[in-house]
């Protein structure tokens, strides 16, 4: 059994920077795909971005050239800084735990067996 948790939410102005952080304990960290996705007020969970097992990376369209997703095997952490901040930014960050460590659909939340309860980010204008 996985148990994640994330911090590091808040309010921020746009053009800010923020970085959410998942604290992760239980299971084999560093054989899961680790991701974070975002749900804004009346949408569906979206995917934001992920850090396989093996390190590589793939971001969403909406925050690419602007976010950064890194993790700490030792210390089974995963983190999302996302610079150049929007309105539109604004939603709730959830931390996600694909154990199978999946070559593809790694945007669909359904491929995730762990998930951390959220942290809000707001971004004014």
């Known amino acids: 059994q996985v148990q994640l948790v994330e911090s590091g939410g808040g309010l921020v102005q746009a053009g800010g920077s923020l970085t959410v952080s998942c604290a992760a304990s239980g299971g084999t960290f560093s054989r899961s795909n680790m991701a974070w996705f975002r749900q804004r007020a009346g949408e569906e969970r979206a995917f934001v971005a992920i850090v396989r097992w093996s390190g590589s990376t793939t971001y969403a369209n909406s925050v690419k050239g602007r976010s950064t997703i890194s993790r700490d095997n030792g210390k089974k952490m995963v983190s999302l800084q996302i610079n150049s901040l929007k309105p539109e930014d604004t939603a709730v960050y959830y931390c996600?735990?694909?154990?199978?460590?999946?070559?593809?659909?790694?945007?669909?939340?359904?491929?995730?067996?762990?998930w951390g309860q959220g942290t809000q980010v707001t971004v004014s204008s």
């Open positions: 996600a735990a694909d154990s199978s460590a999946r070559f593809s659909g790694w945007e669909s939340t359904a491929n995730y067996d762990y």
